[in-house]
């Protein structure tokens, strides 16, 4: 009789369940486990996921696992016709949420996947290789090209490969005179964008994602093209101070 993998349980047949997991054909995981054959709560909470999207019954979705989630994973064993129901369904409900979600929201998540990514030599990142392209990579800042990304990312039409959306005292003159699809706001929603002023010379130096307040007249934020713990530049959270900045909010 084979046991069932649960919290506290060590070893190869673990190690394979991870593996698994990391490769899960029904759905990307939310997290990739760092493989080491230790059943701890993130693999347990990635066993709830991959039963989740593959149509197991509320009662069925426990961090547990045993060798049907295993065959599953390995499409050894095909799913059900109600698991395959039950998938069609909340595939169909995550995509209507999906779709219901405001732009500035869907740019902010798309920010937040990024956050970690560092730049190499010269500027070298997605994002101005996504903006250069097919050009190769101009070392240029890239702080306000990640905002356009983002935005486009979330479907946005406003936010262009331009030099509209590249320099900062551009994208606040358009936001003060509301024109180009972006606007200013007092009251900054999680994701709207912003532009700040470092040296206190009244023009901006810097841009940003909103992503929520914080104590003393400060707020949350991602940003590209920032240093990071480690020294290195890249995408990072930070705090910021919001006497500082023009929030911005992107209509389309």
């Given at each position: 009789m084979t046991t069932t993998l649960r919290y506290g349980s060590r070893g190869a047949r673990v190690t394979r369940l991870q593996r698994?997991?990391?490769?899960?054909?029904?759905?990307?995981?939310?997290?990739?486990?760092v493989v080491d054959g230790a059943f701890g709560p993130l693999t347990g909470a990635a066993c709830q996921q991959a039963k989740y999207w593959m149509g197991y019954t509320k009662a069925g979705i426990?961090?547990?696992a045993g060798d049907p989630l295993l065959a599953y994973l390995n499409k050894t064993r095909p799913l059900t016709d109600h698991m395959r129901a039950r998938r069609k369904a909340r595939?169909?409900?995550?995509?209507?949420?999906?779709?219901?979600?405001?732009?500035?929201?869907?740019?902010?998540?798309?920010?937040?996947a990024d956050i970690g990514v560092?730049?190499?030599?010269?500027?070298?990142?997605?994002?101005?290789?996504?903006?250069?392209?097919?050009?190769?990579?101009?070392?240029?800042?890239?702080?306000?090209?990640?905002?356009?990304?983002?935005?486009?990312?979330?479907?946005?039409?406003?936010?262009?490969?331009?030099?509209?959306?590249?320099?900062?005292?551009?994208?606040?003159?358009?936001?003060?005179?509301?024109?180009?699809?972006?606007?200013?706001?007092?009251?900054?929603?999680?994701?709207?964008?912003?532009v700040i002023d470092w040296d206190g010379h009244a023009n901006p130096d810097h841009?940003?994602?909103?992503?929520?307040?914080?104590?003393?007249g400060q707020f949350h934020s991602v940003e590209a093209n920032a240093t990071l713990a480690n020294g290195r530049q890249g995408v990072g959270a930070h705090t910021r101070p919001a006497s500082q900045c023009w929030f911005i909010v992107v209509e389309r």
């Open positions: 698994a997991l990391n490769a899960n054909p029904y759905h990307a995981p939310h997290r990739k486990l426990r961090p547990v595939l169909a409900k995550a995509a209507a949420a999906a779709a219901a979600k405001p732009l500035r929201a869907k740019a902010l998540s798309a920010a937040k560092v730049e190499g030599p010269r500027n070298a990142i997605k994002f101005n290789a996504w903006w250069c392209d097919p050009r190769p990579n101009d070392g240029g800042a890239y702080c306000v090209r990640a905002g356009s990304y983002w935005y486009v990312k979330a479907g946005s039409t406003a936010a262009v490969r331009g030099s509209r959306w590249e320099n900062t005292d551009a994208l606040l003159e358009d936001a003060k005179h509301g024109r180009g699809g972006v606007h200013l706001t007092s009251d900054p929603k999680l994701g709207d964008g912003f841009f940003g994602l909103y992503s929520g307040s914080a104590d003393a």
